[in-house]
């Protein structure tokens, strides 16, 4: 079993976890929820002795995690599936832990088989996909056989197959008697694998209760009623005898009647009564994912916002592809500025006093007279030597 009593968390002016107390019973499967940066991965540090409490303690089955002799045999962990070295093939990764732990070498097939990878047993790690690397830390938490198991996000890069594996996994160690501790943020995982929950929130604890109470206790259920449509004069007379009887109804977008405060066979019963016949009489409870926002929507630290776009926008297009205003489109009115593609290599600066970016004046015709050269052609002169010594062009390359 895991005790936490009165774990305080600092870091300097934050506080992580504020004094949490909770316990993780053997045989269940108990799922730790919470936003992010809630405290989640901090308790867990503290649990298995890689970060110290600022106040307060948290045993295992009585001890300190520090304490237990050969904790490897007896707690297992996967907090972070990357924490492995590139180098090594899955196989001795999975046997250098052995070796530390005193584990015989054969666990480690045995394990590597429980997860799905013997195939790759002799594949560096630096070459595994994300579900691949999860496997691999599941397999080091299985390692030494342990009584009690913590898992952070488990089924993370998990295809189908590997989720529904690591959901049946959970509840065979629970049925085993063994103390399993999962946190996560996919609440339809939980909802099909945990018994009991532990929610925090800004370190401090909101709920520990079953998986039931949990949902119950936020969220209202409902009945889903529906009548002929052909007849609004028995809508009306149904409506009538519900709220007469103490219930609440109100009208869904399909059509059909939600009811708060009567059980179905109460509403069964009123329906006979006024001589209404029922389409659908249908209970209706909310998911654990409703229940947890509700109870989590005022301790959430990260909200998203819609996204405005803001120059996102692709201008108009005229009816030959340009830009709509056409050539010669004062800036400011709309229209985006024309922009100027780099050319290759060098190139003319403008002449002087006119902005690089100025449109050009008109140009002279083909049949404009060139005045002769009275003396000897000077050099182009660079961008670098434009007068002034201000730097009139950039060299695209």
Same mark, same amino acid.
């Given at each position: 079993?895991?005790?936490?009593v009165g774990?305080?968390?600092?870091?300097?002016?934050?506080? @992580?976890?504020?004094?949490?107390?909770?316990?993780?019973?053997?045989?269940?499967?108990?799922?730790?929820?919470?936003?992010?940066g809630?405290?989640? =991965?901090?308790?867990?540090?503290?649990?298995?002795?890689l970060?110290?409490?600022t106040?307060?303690?948290?045993?295992?089955?009585?001890?300190?995690?520090?304490?237990?002799?050969?904790? *490897?045999? &007896?707690?297992?962990?996967?907090?972070d599936?990357k @924490?492995?070295?590139?180098?090594?093939?899955?196989?001795?990764?999975?046997?250098?832990?052995? &070796?530390?732990?005193?584990?015989?070498?054969? $666990?480690v097939? %045995?394990?590597?088989?429980v997860?799905?990878?013997?195939?790759?047993? $002799?594949?560096?790690s630096?070459?595994?996909?994300?579900?691949?690397?999860? $496997?691999?830390?599941?397999?080091?938490?299985?390692?030494? !056989? *342990?009584?009690?198991l913590?898992?952070?996000?488990?089924?993370?890069?998990? !295809?189908? %197959?590997?989720i529904?594996?690591v959901?049946?996994?959970?509840?065979?160690?629970?049925?085993?008697? /063994?103390t399993?501790?999962?946190? =996560?943020?996919?609440?339809s995982?939980?909802?099909?694998?945990?018994?009991?929950?532990i929610?925090?929130?800004?370190? /401090?604890?909101?709920?520990d209760?079953?998986?039931?109470?949990?949902?119950?206790?936020?969220? @209202?259920?409902?009945?889903?009623?529906r009548?002929?449509?052909?007849d609004?004069?028995? $809508?009306?007379?149904l409506?009538?005898?519900l709220?007469?009887?103490?219930?609440?109804?109100? =009208?869904?977008?399909?059509?059909?009647?939600?009811?708060?405060?009567?059980?179905?066979?109460?509403?069964? !019963?009123l329906?006979h009564?006024?001589?209404?016949?029922?389409?659908?009489?249908?209970?209706? &409870?909310?998911?654990l994912?409703?229940?947890?926002?509700?109870?989590?929507?005022?301790?959430?630290?990260?909200?998203?916002? !819609?996204?405005?776009?803001?120059?996102?926008?692709?201008?108009?297009?005229? *009816?030959?592809?340009?830009?709509a205003?056409?050539?010669?489109?004062?800036?400011g009115?709309? &229209?985006?500025?024309?922009v100027?593609?780099?050319?290759?290599?060098?190139y003319?600066?403008?002449?002087?006093? /006119?902005?690089?970016?100025?449109?050009?004046?008109?140009?002279?015709?083909?049949?404009?007279?060139?005045?002769?050269?009275?003396?000897?052609v000077?050099?182009?002169? *660079?961008?670098?030597?434009?007068?002034g010594?201000?730097?009139?062009?950039?060299?695209?390359?």
């Open positions: 079993m895991i005790e936490a774990l305080t968390k600092r870091y300097g002016a934050k506080t @992580a976890v504020d004094d949490l107390s909770f316990q993780v019973r053997p045989g269940s499967v108990t799922g730790f929820l919470g936003p992010n809630s405290g989640k =991965s901090t308790t867990m540090r503290m649990i298995l002795g970060d110290r409490p106040a307060g303690h948290v045993t295992i089955g009585g001890h300190p995690y520090r304490s237990l002799p050969n904790a *490897p045999r &007896q707690v297992g962990a996967l907090l599936a @924490a492995v070295h590139g180098g090594r093939t899955a196989r001795n990764h999975l046997l250098s832990l052995a &070796q530390l732990a005193g584990i015989p070498a054969a $666990r097939d %045995e394990v590597l088989g997860v799905g990878l013997q195939d790759v047993a $002799r594949r560096r630096s070459g595994f996909s994300l579900g691949m690397g999860q $496997r691999l830390g599941i397999a080091a938490a299985l390692l030494g !056989d *342990p009584q009690v913590l898992f952070d996000e488990p089924v993370n890069g998990l !295809d189908p %197959e590997g529904h594996w959901r049946n996994l959970m509840k065979m160690l629970a049925a085993e008697g /063994r399993v501790f999962v946190s =996560s943020h996919l609440m995982e939980m909802a099909l694998t945990a018994d009991h929950l929610v925090i929130g800004r370190g /401090r604890l909101l709920s209760m079953s998986v039931k109470d949990f949902i119950s206790a936020n969220s @209202a259920d409902f009945a889903r009623v009548v002929p449509e052909n609004p004069g028995e $809508r009306e007379k409506t009538a005898s709220i007469e009887a103490g219930g609440r109804v109100m =009208s869904e977008p399909g059509g059909a009647l939600r009811v708060t405060g009567l059980p179905l066979p109460r509403i069964s !019963d329906a009564g006024c001589g209404v016949r029922l389409w659908e009489l249908s209970p209706h &409870q909310a998911s994912e409703e229940a947890y926002m509700r109870m989590t929507q005022g301790v959430v630290d990260y909200r998203s916002t !819609d996204d405005a776009k803001a120059g996102l926008a692709e201008a108009p297009q005229g *009816p030959h592809g340009d830009v205003g056409g050539y010669g489109a004062e800036p009115l709309g &229209q985006p500025l024309p100027e593609a780099p050319q290759e290599g060098w003319a600066p403008p002449p002087p006093g /006119r902005d690089a970016h100025t449109a050009p004046g008109p140009a002279a015709g083909p049949s404009a007279p060139v005045p002769a050269a009275s003396g000897p000077p050099a182009p002169t *660079p961008p670098s030597a434009a007068p010594g201000q730097q009139t062009s950039e060299d695209p390359r």
